[in-house]
């Protein structure tokens, strides 16, 4: 019998099955596309007792952010505009100066940070992901290549945590640490996809390996006042189809709640968020998805049109494996960061190219991978429509644009 990774209780039937898929963030090299790959189970199951999504763990993290790891958060301008905006309000909200020091769990290439450091304030990187902790060095920040636990000892006046908390295995463990390393009156804000808009906009490509818990403001209350934390604020954001962003301190401070939280748990209640049969209904909407995309993908390909993908993302790995879609509908997929250009994506082996490589070619059709950043790349590839190029945007709905 399965247990919640977060409260112990034991969970029986899973809601969603997206079939077996391998690592989403594993890509391929020529070579490694005629070897024998490991698939996983993406079964989704809920808690009843703390309201916490997840799946299975069959990889540990150590085997899925290594060398190979290759996200890159730099490449997109509107995370980036969207972390500038973050770090000039937080800096002045809890007043932030040259003698804090800002701790960033999963601080990738140095994304965020680098905004801190524009301003004076100390940081300091923590990413198990050697690549792309490398870069962040380069970059004049302090990065330690480590795996965040209650062995690490340094204390923050900030602690951020961006779409990381759904990446380890033991949430109980990563919040004691984040306990361990806060200040007595310092702050903690994670930043993480709400599963009541993944649910809603019918988001399931987000499930994959890497992703082991789905987080509702519900859920990571329960987890975050276990451990002596409380949450005195929440807000809504865009960034990721729809997250939410929250501020935390030791229970002990005196702060008082934001109606925000109030309203946000009785939102996410009236979503049904509470009720086990709301997220079986989800399974169905994947499936539909599924076979619309497919069925739209088999008659362009009856009708010679040309599709290509734009984006490697690992989201768009979990929706092309699960729809088996491979090279004979979906071409190849082109991605601007050049550590995945000249890879294979992997499952379906679908070549990664330049983004020129779709000027040069003018295909029918681009499927936007990425969707979450659809405005942006839209943008990019506008020169398409000067030939008539149309994009295919597959969630929340299968639909042209």
């Known amino acids: 019998m399965k247990c919640c990774r977060s409260c112990g209780y034991e969970l029986s039937t899973p809601f969603l099955n997206l079939g077996n898929s391998p690592i989403s963030n594993n890509y391929l090299t020529e070579g490694e596309t005629h070897l024998p790959e490991i698939y996983y189970p993406l079964e989704v199951y809920y808690c009843p007792k703390c309201q916490l999504v997840q799946i299975d763990q069959f990889e540990k993290p150590e085997n899925i952010f290594n060398s190979k790891y290759t996200y890159f958060s730099s490449y997109s301008s509107s995370w980036l505009k969207h972390c500038k905006q973050y770090v000039n309000e937080i800096a002045k909200e809890i007043e932030l100066n040259s003698k804090s020091l800002v701790i ?12 801190f450091k524009e301003i004076d304030i100390p ?38 945590v961006n779409n990381v908390i759904a990446h380890t295995p033991d949430p109980n463990e990563f919040v004691k640490a984040l306990k361990k390393c806060l ?7 994670v930043e993480f996809p709400s599963i009541l808009e993944l ?35 929440v807000k809504e954001l865009p960034t990721h189809g729809g997250s939410l962003r929250i501020y935390a301190c030791h229970d002990n401070e005196k702060i008082l709640e934001d109606i925000n ?13 509470l009720d086990p049969r709301m997220y079986f209904k989800f399974g169905y909407k994947a499936e539909n998805i599924k076979r619309d995309l497919l069925d739209l993908l088999i ?9 290509v993908g734009y984006g490697a993302p690992a989201k768009g790995n979990t929706l092309l494996n699960y729809c088996g879609i491979r090279s004979d509908l979906l071409k190849y997929t082109v991605d601007i960061n050049p550590h995945k250009q000249g890879l294979f994506l992997p499952g ?26 659809q405005i942006e790349i839209v943008n990019q590839l506008s020169y398409i429509k000067s030939w008539g190029g149309k994009f295919i945007i597959p969630i929340p709905e299968v639909k042209f644009l």
């Open 104 to 115: 960033e769990i999963g601080s990738n290439d140095g994304y965020l940070l680098q905004y």
């Open 123 to 160: 940081v300091l990187g923590i990413d198990p992901s050697e690549e792309t902790a490398k870069v962040a060095i380069k970059k004049g920040i302090p990065t330690e290549i480590i795996f965040f636990n209650t062995n690490f000892s340094k204390q923050a006046n900030l602690i951020i």
């Open 183 to 189: 200040k007595p009156s310092g702050v903690i804000t």
């Open 199 to 233: 649910i809603k906009n019918n988001q399931f490509d987000t499930i994959y390996q890497e992703h082991y818990s789905y987080f509702s403001l519900h859920s990571i209350k329960n987890l975050f006042e276990r451990h002596g934390l409380k949450i005195f604020d």
């Open 261 to 273: 939280i109030i309203d946000i748990l009785s939102k996410e209640k009236a979503f049904g968020i």
């Open 299 to 307: 008659s362009l390909k009856k009708i010679n049109r040309v599709v």
């Open 348 to 373: 379906t082996h679908i070549p990664i190219k330049c983004p020129n490589q779709i000027m040069i070619d003018q295909p029918d059709y681009v499927l936007v991978l990425p969707w979450n950043i």
